[in-house]
């Protein structure tokens, strides 16, 4: 058994990111549920929080001290930037500036809607790498009003500049609202595939990432995720066999 004599109890550790109790994380343990660096942890093993990669059922947990989760509702004309040369105001410029975060993906500056911004980067990337499935939906209000015909195209591939894109979760929700599911992260994609069946967006929400909605957050406001929320999204950015 890998140990880190001057580390610290690892069901100390689960505790703190959130899993349970520290009696519920023995019982993990002892369930052989848990695994340090690709082994089964045992009980009473110390590890290093800043080097050692645990995982609960599979799922990775974020366990290095200091990490931050924040939801952001980003309003339209807001760059998803660190920094901008045209001095416009960035995303960051919305949340603390401590601890120093990024943003997960991007909106272009024309688009609304919800937001991650974390110093997690491995979460960070499993979110946005499309090899993990993890889903973004989107509410576009669009030119004209498509058919169901245009709809199918949505549902089955948009053939883009850059490739064919994967097949989405498409639906219209009123005679100009589509709703669209997709997993993929490309540039300005959504708007592309809407542009590429006739009807160009006039305004385009994303309303969910993966289980994390928030209808009550105001434009420009954010939050801190709970440990529950960041535990979910954990368990939506689960490796997928041979991602």
């Not at 499993?126 to 549902?155: N, Q």
Request: glycine share 10%.
């Amino acid at each position: 058994m890998a140990q880190c004599p001057q580390g610290e109890r690892l069901q100390k550790v689960l505790a703190r990111a959130g899993v349970g109790s520290r009696r519920a994380c023995d019982e993990l343990i002892a369930a052989g549920r848990v695994t340090v660096n690709g082994l089964r942890a045992q009980l009473g093993q110390r590890i290093d929080p800043d080097r050692d990669a645990v995982e609960v059922d599979g799922v990775p947990i974020g366990i290095r001290p200091g990490l931050v989760y924040y939801l952001l509702n980003k309003p339209i004309g807001v760059v998803t930037t660190a920094s901008d040369p045209q001095g416009r105001t960035t995303v960051l410029d919305l949340v603390p500036s401590e601890p120093r975060v990024f943003p997960v993906g991007r909106l272009d500056a024309d688009t609304e809607g919800l937001l991650i911004l974390t110093n997690d980067g491995q979460l960070a990337h499993r979110l946005t790498h499309p090899s993990f499935g993890v889903e973004k939906e989107y509410l576009a209000k669009v030119e004209g009003r498509p058919s169901r015909g245009a709809i199918r195209r949505l549902r089955e591939g948009i053939d883009l500049d850059d490739g064919r894109t994967a097949p989405a979760e498409a639906s219209l929700v009123g005679p100009d609202l589509v709703r669209l599911v997709i997993h993929e992260g490309r540039n300005r994609q959504v708007r592309r595939m809407c542009e590429a069946i006739g009807h160009p967006v006039l305004r385009l929400v994303r309303h969910r990432i993966g289980p994390l909605r928030d209808r009550k957050l105001a434009p420009g406001a954010w939050r801190e995720l709970t440990l529950e929320e960041v535990r979910a999204l954990e368990r939506a950015a689960k490796p997928r066999d041979g991602g």
